[in-house]
């Protein structure tokens, strides 16, 4: 069964910076994308982020030139370093991982680690 542990999140200040990491576990299968989503109160869950195996990258307009995401394909963890933080970033972020099947699209999700950002 696969397990995505995320860790990092917490409280800063605007301005500040978090570093977010998610870790699966339970597969020896690589993922095709890996990312994050994240789900402010009132709001619909949203990308920020994803990353192929490949290592081409998506990002979201308003984290561009601010947020980095990375893998580690070997130990199927991926990573995301948030920098310059605005309170509208606060929110639930959640790591996703899939794997591209023939017929369809495999998803996985963490649980989900809160980042608030104060101003």
């Known amino acids: 069964q696969v397990q995505l542990v995320e860790s990092g999140g917490g409280l800063v200040q605007a301005g500040g910076s978090l570093r977010l990491s998610c870790a699966a576990s339970g597969t020896i299968f690589s993922f095709d994308y890996m990312g994050w989503y994240r789900q402010a109160p009132g709001k619909q869950r949203e990308l920020v982020a994803t990353?192929?195996?490949?290592?081409?990258?998506n990002y979201q307009d308003s984290v561009k030139g601010r947020f980095t995401i990375s893998r580690d394909n070997a130990k199927n963890t991926v990573f995301l370093q948030m920098n310059s933080l605005k309170p509208e970033d606060t929110a639930v972020y959640y790591c996703?991982?899939?794997?591209?099947?023939?017929?369809?699209?495999?998803?996985?999700w963490g649980q989900g680690t809160q980042v608030t950002v104060s101003s």
């Open positions: 990353i192929h195996s490949g290592g081409s990258t």
């Open positions: 996703n991982a899939a794997i591209l099947l023939w017929d369809r699209r495999q998803d996985y």
